[in-house]
């Protein structure tokens, strides 16, 4: 039996995309991967992820979600 590669970074989560608020500021979203996790499949903020206690993506760090976004606009 092979071991399939992960392609979330061994990470609890995976990015999905940007949700904008009203004032303009910009939050990165992520889907819950981690199998048989409460929030499996569900869409929460990183704020969320921390609450969780789950592992954040690694190639989405706060400099570089404020400065993809910034460059977007």
């Known amino acids: 039996m092979r071991k399939k590669k992960s392609t979330a970074s061994n990470s609890d989560a995976v990015f999905i995309g940007w949700q904008e608020t009203p004032t303009g500021k910009a939050f990165a979203l992520y889907s819950v991967t981690a199998a048989g996790h409460p929030s499996y499949g569900s869409t929460v903020s990183e ?16 400099k570089e979600k404020k400065n993809r976004f910034d460059s977007e606009k």
């Open 47 to 62: 704020e969320t992820l921390n609450a969780l206690n789950l592992q954040i993506p690694k190639q989405q760090s706060s």
